[in-house]
């Protein structure tokens, strides 16, 4: 349906900052739900933050708490991600998704229709 691409990724080192944008593509964005997710070399994809279509409500996981923030401008079709200090073990590639229509789980993979194909963020020590 609606591609989403993630841009903003890049090397940095620990402590530093860095701001993920993801835009979509085409004439429409879908308007409900949109989440960050993240998967590591080796590990699984795993949550970190999202945000409902209003704005209003937001969701992060306990290890970016306080140092993360995410937003969104509906007029743009976009939503950032704000990552501040950075630790190694955020190193991962950084996945943007468009929640479902009906039945939006915030924290759950399946609730998400469109999936971006990710940026690079690598933090080192």
């Known amino acids: 349906q609606v591609q989403l691409v993630e841009s903003g990724g890049g090397l940095v080192r620990a402590g530093d900052s860095l701001r993920l944008s993801c835009a979509a593509s085409?004439?429409?964005?879908?308007?409900?739900?949109i989440g960050w997710f993240r998967q590591a070399p080796g590990k699984e994809r795993e949550f970190v933050a999202a945000i409902s279509w209003s704005g209003g409500s937001t969701w992060y996981a306990d290890s970016v708490k306080g140092r993360f923030t995410i937003s969104r401008d509906n007029g743009r079709n976009t939503v950032a991600l704000q990552m501040n200090s950075l630790k190694p073990e955020d190193t991962a590639v950084y996945y943007c998704?468009?929640?479902?229509?009906?039945?939006?789980?915030?924290?759950?993979?399946?609730?998400?229709?469109?999936w971006g194909q990710g940026t690079q963020v690598t933090v080192s020590s």
């Open positions: 998704a468009a929640g479902k229509s009906m039945g939006w789980r915030p924290l759950t993979p399946g609730s998400y229709d469109n």
């Open positions: 085409g004439r429409t964005f879908i308007p409900h739900g």
